[in-house]
């Protein structure tokens, strides 16, 4: 397919993942340090811890994006990893905005260029 292809492949699927199919919802809860509103938790009910799920679910659409892009699902299960630490580190403020998305680029650069040269 070619390394540029692939890479403006799995970069579209970023876009589609990170910020179209990403709601509003799902970014706020997917960070551990976000509580709900005080109105939001039923008198006497203790509020439900779903960061991870939260964050697992996007983490795992990016998967899903890349197993489509690449046909590759050791490459799926590695961006759900790589997408899953780098949000987390970004929801730890161990990064900015800025270094999660090149981070994310990195990511499928090193995808692409894997799935390139193990499909040569």
């Known amino acids: 397919m070619g390394f540029i292809i692939l890479l403006f492949k799995l ?6 993942c990170d910020f179209a199919l990403q709601t509003p919802w799902m970014a706020a809860n997917k960070n551990r340090h976000i509580k709900p509103a005080d109105n939001s938790i039923p008198k006497g009910q ?6 991870p799920y939260v964050l697992s679910a996007h983490a795992l659409i990016h998967a ?8 590759s699902a050791l490459a799926a299960a590695a961006m759900f990893v790589l997408h899953w ?8 403020n161990w990064s900015t905005i800025h270094m999660d998305q090149a981070l994310h680029l990195v990511w499928m650069c090193a995808i ?8 040569a």
């Open 11 to 16: 970069i579209i699927s970023h876009a589609l």
């Open 46 to 51: 203790t509020p439900n811890v779903l960061w």
């Open 64 to 71: 899903g994006g890349v197993w489509v892009a690449t046909g």
């Open 85 to 92: 630490v780098t949000d987390f580190g970004k929801c730890e």
């Open 112 to 119: 692409a260029y894997v799935v390139e040269g193990l499909g």
